[in-house]
Structures are given as structure tokens and as C-alpha cells.
């Protein structure tokens, strides 16, 4: 988890927010919009995995509204009374890619990474980055994983994607799915993971030479002058329906209108312009 304050003078109000690491480039974005039209107010980012993110939250991190990369967090907040009524809300769709070093000399794809060329590819963490939970999905999707039937879970190889204990599978993703599609024809293979996908991006790019990443990342001038890309369809892994919270107690004019300047249309336009889908669009 990490916290990008930005610059200015003395502030009157602050809104805190803390958010998945996919938007570490569309948030700043946003929050230098919304403070040019809010003199006063200053916009607190705090970015980690919205799993990690939403157990903090339940044990009293302060934080004013939450945005994670995916529903089922959210709603658990809004379940058990942590919310402000009526604010939970899809503010984008999350695209996943395929990321390569161009040094490698792949067409970026789901093939490409059978190539013996790929020894590591970068993901997060499934157990808590819904990012991670559509990199394996992507995969499984793709042939390139296999579930295993003898895992601790039950009937685990015929569970659908939504229901999928990830806060269960604490073993890696070789304990209950084969990858001997990526495995064969290699001297070896191993995943990488990073703690969310912000992480994950930095590993694919100093390290790995491979990642499954977030196309609000791969966008971003070091991932994009470095790497080529695949941008995965819609269908083809969990999908990323990413929803935003007021924290309960938290409902104060400047965060309302933060709040409400995310679904404005310059709040629309600048996550669209960061990589990601919008709703209704």
C-alpha cells in the first residue's frame, strides 16, 4: 500500500480515498481536475489491492471512499453497515492484457507466452488482486491452465469462475490448476507475484519480461514504450465490474462531490482516456 498526497498549499479539507492499484494513474488525474475546480480541497490517495484494502477497512482504516477493482468487496462494506446509503456504484469496467518486452520478439497473444522464451510471467496475487483472480481466469480460458481434481476444494474443477473460494487457494496457482501448457518445451517456468497489480507491473517490467496486467497500466508511458500488447476480450476472464463506496460517516459535502465528480463526464472521460470501459458506453 502506498499514499500519493498532492501538491499544493494549505488545504481546508481533505477527501481520503483509497483505491485498487489499477487506477494509480487515473486517480491522480482525477483529483487534479477535481481540485482545479475546488480551491480548498485536496484529494488523499492511498493505492494497494482491493482485498488487502477492504480488511483494513473492516479493522478501522480511515478512509473516506473506497474504490476497488471489482463488486464483491463494496458490497460486503454496504452488508455490513459500513457505508453511506446509496453510494455504491460501477465507476468502470477493468481491462485486462498481455504484456511483453519487446525485446523478446513475440506477437503479443495467448500463444506467445507458450513460447520457451517465457520462463516468468507476472501476476498478482489471486487471494486478494481481482486482477489476479482474471489472470488466472484468462489463462484457464485459453487452455494455457488446467484445474486439478485433487485439490482440498470441493468439486473445484467444475466451479464456476464467480464461485471460486480465492480467499482459499493460498497454495499458488500450481496447487489447483496444471500448467503444463506453459511448462512444456521450457527449461522452466515459474508465476511472479506481486502483492496487487500495480506491483505486478513494476515486476513484468524490471523482471519477469511477462505480465498480465491491467491495461490502465500497460497504457502508461514506461509499460508502453517498453513492452507490446494484447488487450483481452471482455468474455475471455472474471470479469472486472469495478465499484466505489462512501465509507460510512464519511458523507461530508467535499466527499459527496468527489464522489459525484467520478461519474461526472469529465470524471467519465478521463477514466476512459486511462484504458478503462465505461458504463453505458
Given at each position: 500500500m502506498w499514499v500519493v498526497a498532492l501538491l499544493g498549499s494549505a488545504w481546508a479539507q481533505t477527501v481520503r480515498v483509497v483505491a485498487a492499484a489499477d487506477l494509480q494513474y487515473a486517480l491522480p488525474d482525477l483529483a487534479r481536475a477535481f481540485e482545479s475546480q475546488n480551491p480548498g480541497t485536496k484529494v488523499q490517495l492511498t493505492f494497494g489491492s482491493s482485498g488487502k484494502l477492504f480488511t483494513q477497512l473492516t479493522q478501522g482504516l480511515e478512509a473516506d471512499i473506497y474504490f476497488s477493482a471489482e463488486a464483491i468487496y463494496p458490497k460486503l462494506l454496504?452488508?455490513?453497515?459500513?457505508?453511506?446509503?446509496?453510494?455504491?456504484?460501477?465507476?468502470?469496467?477493468?481491462?485486462?492484457?498481455?504484456?511483453?518486452?519487446?525485446?523478446?520478439?513475440?506477437?503479443?497473444?495467448?500463444?506467445?507466452?507458450?513460447?520457451?522464451?517465457?520462463?516468468?510471467?507476472?501476476?498478482?496475487n489471486p487471494l486478494h488482486a481481482p486482477y489476479g483472480r482474471a489472470a488466472v481466469t484468462l489463462l484457464e480460458r485459453y487452455g494455457l491452465l488446467k484445474r486439478r481434481r485433487d485439490t482440498p476444494i470441493p468439486d473445484f474443477?467444475?466451479?464456476?469462475?464467480?464461485?471460486?473460494?480465492?480467499?482459499?487457494?493460498?497454495?499458488?496457482?500450481?496447487?489447483?490448476?496444471?500448467?503444463?501448457?506453459?511448462?512444456?518445451?521450457?527449461?522452466?517456468?515459474?508465476?511472479?507475484?506481486?502483492?496487487?497489480?500495480?506491483?505486478?507491473?513494476?515486476?513484468?517490467?524490471?523482471?519477469?519480461?511477462?505480465?498480465?496486467?491491467?491495461?490502465?497500466?500497460?497504457?502508461?508511458?514506461?509499460?508502453?514504450?517498453?513492452?507490446?500488447?494484447?488487450?483481452?476480450?471482455?468474455?475471455?476472464?472474471?470479469?472486472?465490474?469495478?465499484?466505489?463506496?462512501?465509507?460510512?460517516?464519511?458523507?461530508?459535502?467535499?466527499?459527496?462531490?468527489?464522489?459525484?465528480?467520478?461519474?461526472?463526464?469529465?470524471?467519465r472521460a478521463i477514466l476512459k482516456r486511462s484504458g478503462f470501459l465505461i458504463p453505458g458506453e
Open positions: 454496504e452488508e455490513r453497515g459500513l457505508t453511506e446509503p446509496n453510494t455504491r456504484g460501477l465507476y468502470a469496467i477493468g481491462r485486462m492484457a498481455i504484456w511483453l518486452d519487446r525485446r523478446l520478439g513475440l506477437k503479443p497473444g495467448p500463444e506467445a507466452l507458450k513460447d520457451p522464451k517465457v520462463t516468468q510471467l507476472a501476476i498478482a474443477a467444475r466451479l464456476p469462475w464467480e464461485a471460486i473460494p480465492w480467499e482459499r487457494l493460498t497454495g499458488g496457482v500450481e496447487a489447483y490448476w496444471d500448467a503444463t501448457p506453459l511448462r512444456q518445451g521450457k527449461p522452466g517456468f515459474t508465476f511472479v507475484y506481486g502483492e496487487n497489480i500495480g506491483q505486478t507491473a513494476q515486476l513484468a517490467l524490471a523482471s519477469t519480461r511477462a505480465g498480465l496486467l491491467a491495461l490502465s497500466l500497460v497504457l502508461q508511458e514506461s509499460l508502453a514504450r517498453s513492452g507490446v500488447y494484447w488487450v483481452a476480450p471482455l468474455e475471455s476472464h472474471l470479469r472486472l465490474e469495478q465499484h466505489y463506496v462512501i465509507l460510512k460517516g464519511r458523507g461530508r459535502p467535499e466527499v459527496v462531490a468527489f464522489h459525484r465528480f467520478v461519474g461526472s463526464p469529465e470524471g
